[in-house]
């Protein structure tokens, strides 16, 4: 059974903007420190595009994984869409959604569903879906406050 969950952000800075940095391999391994996230195979720095890839390794929860991902839709600089092509879930895919806010900032929306063969239904529930969703709070306030400070 697969899990969903929603995050929500706003930020002060056009989509764009926004946008590119959330496709920036740096930006992203910035963001990820504490889990000593890396880049280790695809794309492994700079900007990643529709249909390329890049695997990354990182310590969640203080287990070790390794995960590639693709991106399989990409609608500048409104929407894209990450899948895990393999790793550690049954199935993984993060849209993001970049709209106007009306005020010349953006209102960034990640969606994230996913299928854990390790967890069962109750504990991807419980656990994986609170600790992901703090995860991306997280990823998403290191972006905005990177471009803040430009």
């Known amino acids: 059974m697969a899990s969903s969950f929603t995050v929500t952000t706003r930020a002060r800075v056009p989509g764009e903007r926004l946008f590119d940095l959330s496709l920036d391999i740096d930006s992203h391994l910035a963001s990820m420190s504490a889990s000593e996230e890396r880049a280790i195979d695809g794309v492994t720095a700079?900007?990643?595009?529709l249909g390329e890839t890049v695997?990354?390794?990182a310590?969640?929860?203080g287990i070790w994984f390794t995960m590639t991902v693709r991106i399989a839709e990409?609608?500048?600089?409104?929407?894209?869409v990450d899948e895990q092509t393999h790793g550690?879930?049954?199935s993984f895919r993060?849209?993001?959604?970049f709209d106007d806010d009306g005020d010349g900032g953006t209102i960034m929306t990640d969606t994230i569903t996913l299928s854990s063969p390790i967890f069962g239904a109750l504990a991807e529930r419980l656990i994986l879906?609170?600790?992901l969703r703090r995860v991306i709070v997280e990823r998403n306030r290191h972006l905005v406050d990177a471009l803040d400070a430009r």
């Open 46 to 49: 700079g900007g990643i595009g």
């Open 88 to 90: 550690p879930f049954r």
């Open 94 to 97: 993060h849209e993001h959604v």
């Open 74 to 80: 990409l609608d500048r600089p409104r929407r894209f």
């Open 129 to 131: 879906v609170p600790y």
């Open 59 to 61: 310590r969640h929860v």
């Open 55 to 57: 695997t990354w390794r």
